[in-house]
């Protein structure tokens, strides 16, 4: 199972960006995907996340710039990120629960991405 992030890159403040998580492998079904972040000398934290059934949630910092979505048909995962600011800087990870197809069984478990570089400039 791989998790292959794109989309991240250098944009101006007030810019805008989506990135992408593309999951692969032996899925039989994917439940909640979230992206997080780490920027310098930070822990890593939850940016949004959505759930299986379309419920969505979002860091306070994030409310209203950033939109998370997902297309099932493409195991895809996506942050569209507009009026991004300075503090948006970080590598963003996106993060999979995955229950995987091992064909006589089933079993759940997350995966990472590899992470992508997002860096706002002022």
């Known amino acids: 199972v791989q998790l292959q992030a794109s989309g991240g890159g250098l944009v101006q403040a007030g810019g805008s960006l989506r990135l992408s998580c593309a999951a692969s492998?032996?899925?039989?079904?994917?439940?909640?995907m979230g992206w997080y972040r780490q920027a310098p000398g930070n822990q890593r934290e939850l940016v949004a996340i959505?759930?299986?059934?379309?419920?969505?949630n979002y860091a306070d910092s994030v409310k209203g710039r950033f939109t998370i979505s997902r297309d099932n048909a493409k195991n895809t995962l996506y942050l569209q990120m507009n009026s991004l600011k300075p503090e948006d800087t970080a590598v963003y990870y996106c993060?999979?629960?995955?229950?995987?197809?091992?064909?006589?069984?089933?079993?759940?478990?997350?995966?990472w991405g590899q992470g992508t570089l997002v860096t706002v400039s002022s």
């Open positions: 993060n999979a629960d995955l229950t995987l197809d091992r064909g006589s069984y089933r079993v759940r478990a997350t995966y």
């Open positions: 492998g032996s899925i039989f079904s994917i439940n909640a």
């Open positions: 959505t759930s299986s059934g379309g419920s969505t």
